[in-house]
């Protein structure tokens, strides 16, 4: 069997993702194939990330960059070029490993009776918004998209997806059955033995004695970096006699939030080791030290639809978390009791949740039984669970 992952984006999370992924799929008798950008291949997340792989699967840079706020642009160009390397590797199993922004294309091209991607191999598919599908996503915008969504699960383009969402997978629940099956997947972590926090502060050169809340991860707008900017500085005003929080800013930093840090009020609290940064790609052990040196983390994704690794990076070290109050990120927060819940976008609220949850006790029962919550996510059952597909057609002989 010949196995074909499609991922051109190489940025943030997407190969991160993937070369915990591809174990899971390189230890059965299958070929592998990665379709990708040649300026992936040349980045430093595919060094950090996807090359110990490179003498165990076979890299077709064939696909083209992507362009810049130009999104429908990037759907066509995105389903010709996953076409084009079908055609032309032949696969008999194609992983698309982030077929958010395509499958709309997808659907309104099959509705019309084309079919963009060739036929023979058996699709699948990982996405990650599906904000769309939420109760209260009420828009003319939210509500095309959900019937276009449930046309496109009727449609069976893709033979099972992969949602990371447990909203979608509820909403999906609700539909009479269609040729699309829907999974939830874990959102993969390392979960192993949690290193001290003197340790891991010392790996990533942050102060011992302070207290620390993180974000990390790509930091952008999207993921609230600017509110829990706005957070910090607001508790750094009024802390009076109370410990000084600060801020620690893990993960490559968009040019907004580059820029924004050297603004003098931020530039201020930069100077004042009130505000720390690692403006770089975190390792798969730079998150677990990160997590582990934290005594919060931060999830204002004020702007995100799904789950958040980040909470599932704290629950790994047994770390609470305060984050936003919408989507799927307040479901689980709340559901698996893993922190506190806020209007990320008011300041003061915002602050005042961050102090009471660092004031309150979280005790060694907390601390195991999120973790426990964690371990269905580890990176071995990603493996498992991602794979399962080409495993049950290796077994039926296909």
Known sequence: ???????????????????????????????????????????????????????????????????????????????????????????????????????????????????????????????????????????????????????FLKQGVFARIHFDDELVLEFTRRLPPTPTEVVLPPNPVRYAEVPSRDDARRRLDLPREATIVSCLGMADHRKGVHLAMAAIQQLASTAGDRPHVRLFIGGPQSDAIRELLTEPVWQNLVEAGTILTADRFLSEQDMLDAAAASDLLLAPYFKHSGRSSIILWAAAVGRPVVAVDRGCIRYVVEHEQLGAVCNVEDAEVFASAIRLRLEQPWTDEDRQRVRKYAQWHSIENYQQLCSACVRQRLEAGQ
């Open 1 to 151: 069997m010949r196995v074909l992952f499609y991922e051109p984006n190489h940025t943030g999370h997407h190969f991160a993702y993937l070369a915990r992924m591809l174990p899971g799929f390189i230890e059965l008798p299958v070929e592998v194939a990665l379709a990708t950008t040649p300026e992936a291949v040349a980045s430093h997340e595919f060094e950090m990330t996807l090359k110990q792989y490179e003498d165990r699967i076979e890299v077709l840079p064939s696909c083209r960059p992507l362009i810049k706020r130009a999104p429908l642009r990037n759907s066509w160009r995105r389903c010709a070029d996953l076409a084009s390397v079908v055609k032309q590797w032949k696969p008999d199993h194609v992983c698309v490993v982030y077929a958010d922004g395509i499958w709309q294309v997808l659907s309104a091209t099959k509705a019309l009776g084309f079919n963009l991607l060739p036929q023979g191999p058996t699709y699948e598919a990982w996405m990650y918004r599906g904000g769309f599908t939420y109760p209260d996503a009420t828009s003319r915008r939210q509500q095309r998209n959900k019937r276009l969504f449930q046309r």
